[in-house]
C-alpha cells in the first residue's frame, strides 16, 4: 500500500511542543510518509532537537517573534499581515509541489486560517486534520483574533480532534460539518516525555513563574504595568522569563528600568522546555496568560493564576484548579496570598488529579488517521 503524505504544520512554540507526541509516532509509522512545514514564526529549531524531533523539511525564514520585538503595536499589526501574505504564498507553492494527502495543523495560532486558505485554494482534495479542536472564549474582543483563526480551522477541517468535551459540544452546537473525534489531549504524555530527558535540578524555593506571551496582552501598556506592580508587592520571590518579544515591549513601554530596582525579582532569559518544566514543578505558583502553561501546571500540580480576562480552559476554572485576574492587581494579590498561607486555592491544586487525559491520546489520534487516510 502506498504511503499516506500528511504535512504538519508548526510555527510557534507552543505549536511544535503540542505536536511533539504526534511527530514522534507519525515518523516511525510505515502507513505515513510525513514531513514538516516550519512557519518560522518563532525559533524553535533548539526545541524540536530536544524534543527528539527531525528538522523541517520546509522552514520559511527568520523568527517573526524578533522582528516585533521593539515595534510598537500598529507596527507589529503592519508586520504581522504583511508576513501573513508572505507565508501564504509560500505555503501555497509548497502545498502545489507536494500535492499531500492530507494537512495536519494545530490550536489558534496565526498560521491556521492561512494553511486552510492555501490548502483549499489549490484542492478540495486534501483533507485537512485539526488538533485541539472546539475550544472557544465567546467573546468578541481580547480574545477574537485566537477564536476567529480556530473557528476558521474547525470550519473547513474534515477530521476534528478535540481534547475536552466542553470544546467536543461547542463544535456539535455550531453544527460543524467535520468528522468530530474526542480523543483528549496528548498533553500530560507530553510533559511526561520531557521530563525524562531532564537532568538538571532547580535549587531554588519560594518563588513564582510569571510568563506571559499573548499579543493583545503584552502589547498593552496598561496591563503591562499592572503586571509590574504585581511582581513588586508579590510575598514571594519572583522568577520572570522574557522572550525578546516581551522584553522588547517592556523596555518599549520603560517597565524594565523599574523592575530592575527590586531585589526579588530575577528577570531571565527564555528558558528551553524542559528546564521551564522544572522551573514551574519546583515553584509555589505560576503566573501566565498561556493555555499550554496552565496545562502543564495542572499536570505538575501547581495553583496556577491565569492573567487573562477568558479562558479557553472552563474545565480548569469550574473545578477550582485554576483562578482568572484580567491583570487585576488586587486579585492577584489576594491568590499569591492565599497561596502563601497553604488556603483552598493552593490545596485544591496540589491535590487534584489531572482529569483530561489517560495517557493514551496520542495512540488515539494515530489509530483515527490510520482509519481515515490508510482504510479508504
Known amino acids: 500500500m502506498k504511503k499516506k503524505k500528511i504535512i504538519i504544520v508548526v510555527g510557534t512554540r507552543s505549536e511544535v511542543i503540542k505536536f511533539s507526541s504526534i511527530i514522534r509516532e507519525l515518523k516511525k509509522n510505515k502507513n505515513f510518509d510525513m514531513k514538516i512545514l516550519h512557519t518560522g514564526q518563532h525559533d524553535t529549531m533548539s526545541l524540536m532537537k530536544s524534543l527528539d524531533l527531525p528538522e523541517p523539511d520546509f522552514y520559511l525564514g527568520e523568527s517573526l517573534r524578533k522582528k516585533w520585538a521593539k515595534v510598537s503595536k500598529i507596527n507589529s499589526i503592519v508586520l504581522a499581515i504583511t508576513w501573513l501574505l508572505r507565508v501564504f504564498f509560500e505555503i501555497r507553492k509548497i502545498l502545489i509541489k507536494e500535492r499531500p494527502d492530507a494537512v495536519f495543523y494545530q490550536g489558534n495560532c496565526m498560521t491556521v486560517?492561512?494553511?486552510?486558505?492555501?490548502?483549499?485554494?489549490?484542492?478540495?482534495?486534501?483533507?485537512?486534520?485539526?488538533?485541539?479542536?472546539?475550544?472557544?472564549?465567546?467573546n468578541l474582543f481580547e480574545p477574537f483574533l485566537g477564536?476567529?483563526?480556530?473557528?476558521?480551522?474547525?470550519?473547513?477541517?474534515?477530521?476534528?480532534?478535540?481534547?475536552?468535551?466542553?470544546a467536543t459540544n461547542n463544535l456539535k452546537k455550531e453544527r460543524i460539518n467535520g468528522r468530530i473525534y474526542y480523543v483528549g489531549d496528548p498533553h500530560f504524555e507530553i510533559v511526561k516525555y520531557a521530563l525524562k530527558k531532564s537532568k538538571k535540578k532547580i535549587k531554588k524555593k519560594g518563588f513564582i513563574v510569571v510568563n506571559v506571551v499573548h499579543f493583545e496582552n503584552i502589547t498593552n501598556k496598561k496591563k503591562m504595568k499592572n503586571l509590574v506592580e504585581i511582581l513588586i508587592k508579590s510575598p514571594f520571590k519572583v522568577i520572570f522569563p522574557m522572550s525578546e518579544n516581551v522584553r522588547g515591549k517592556l523596555e518599549l513601554f520603560g517597565f524594565i528600568k523599574e523592575i530592575k530596582k527590586y531585589s526579588h525579582i530575577e528577570m531571565t532569559n527564555s528558558y528551553n522546555f524542559i528546564d521551564f518544566l522544572l522551573l514551574i514543578k519546583q515553584s509555589e505558583a505560576v503566573l501566565t496568560d498561556s493555555g499550554g502553561v496552565q496545562q502543564e501546571a495542572m499536570i505538575l500540580k501547581v495553583p496556577c493564576i491565569f492573567l487573562g480576562k477568558y479562558n479557553v480552559w472552563k474545565e480548569f476554572e469550574n473545578m477550582g484548579m485554576v483562578k482568572s485576574t484580567n491583570f487585576d492587581v488586587n486579585k492577584t494579590l489576594k491568590l499569591l496570598k492565599e497561596i502563601k498561607k497553604r488556603g483552598d486555592f493552593y490545596k485544591k491544586a496540589r491535590t487534584s488529579k489531572y482529569f483530561l487525559w489517560d495517557g493514551k491520546a496520542t495512540e488515539r489520534i494515530i489509530k483515527v488517521l490510520e482509519k481515515e487516510l490508510c482504510d479508504k
Open 113 to 138: 486560517p492561512i494553511v486552510v486558505f492555501a490548502s483549499k485554494s489549490i484542492s478540495k482534495k486534501i483533507t485537512l486534520i485539526h488538533r485541539e479542536s472546539g475550544i472557544r472564549s465567546y
Open 147 to 166: 477564536d476567529l483563526a480556530e473557528k476558521i480551522g474547525d470550519l473547513f477541517a474534515d477530521i476534528l480532534f478535540t481534547p475536552t468535551k466542553i
